[in-house]
């Protein structure tokens, strides 16, 4: 099973730069590496996806070290609006039946 | 717009009555999935599509049925729903597996006495 460790919850001011570090010791050879965001009551939300190296996008960056057994999302100048709940899933874009585990995610609370 | 779309967003409903919840999408995406989320255990596959006709079974699938007659449709149908169904049920469509980009419906929140 493609298996994600990442923090429970975690706290930021507004303006402040977010790191959000994700460990996938099993990662394999195709596996992606996807973040979604989740607001209370409403659906998840895709972030940003990745396979080596850095991604960036007009929201987040996402950084994947040579080993590609962690991968850290970064939100810059975070503001209320973000607070939320972040989920990191590693899965096979090919689409082969491994299962694609979503876990309890990060749940981030930006104060003012 | 694209878009997933759930119905109804809210039911209330007793125990034992045959209820339909509907997903449709407009995307022409072949991946379509019905998952469930309650408090401190997070999301859960109920059923995933790979394609029309192709249905298979997610992580918690007992006491619910999907059919896939048509792309853009994805009913989940709970034929004798119990109290332990009363969940926030999400419908997610994506391209080509669940590990490509998932677009996620607004969400049906049911609840049954």
């Known amino acids: 099973l493609a298996k994600t460790t990442q923090p429970i919850s975690m706290d930021s001011y507004e303006g402040q730069e977010v790191n959000i570090t994700c460990s996938h010791n099993?990662?394999?050879?195709?596996?992606?590496i996807t973040w979604y965001q989740q607001f209370p009551s409403q659906g998840p939300r895709f972030i940003i996806q990745?396979?080596?190296?850095?991604v960036t996008n007009e929201v987040a960056s996402l950084f994947i070290p040579a080993d590609r057994k962690s991968s850290t999302l970064s939100l810059p100048r975070v503001s209320l609006s973000d607070t939320a709940v972040y989920y990191c899933?590693?899965?096979?874009?090919?689409?082969?039946?491994?299962?694609?585990?979503w876990g309890l995610g990060t749940s981030l609370a930006v104060n003012p | 717009e694209a878009q997933v779309t759930q119905n109804p967003r809210y039911l209330i409903t007793v125990t034992g009555k045959k209820l339909t919840v509907t997903c449709s999408q407009n995307?022409?995406?072949?991946?379509m999935s019905w998952y469930r989320q309650d408090p401190g255990l997070g999301l859960r596959q109920i059923y995933y599509s790979m394609n029309v006709e192709v249905t298979d079974k997610g992580d918690v699938p007992e006491g619910y049925k999907v059919s896939r007659k048509e792309k853009r449709n994805f009913p989940l149908i709970l034929e004798s729903p119990s109290p332990n169904q009363t969940s926030l049920y999400f419908c997610?469509?994506?391209?080509?597996?669940?590990?490509?980009?998932?677009?996620f419906g607004p969400g049906t929140r049911l609840t049954v006495l």
């Open positions: 899933l590693v899965g096979d874009r090919a689409g082969n039946n491994r299962k694609l585990i």
């Open positions: 099993n990662i394999a050879t195709n596996d992606y």
């Open positions: 997610a469509s994506s391209l080509g597996s669940r590990a490509d980009t998932q677009y």
């Open positions: 990745g396979y080596k190296t850095k």
């Open positions: 995307m022409n995406h072949e991946y």
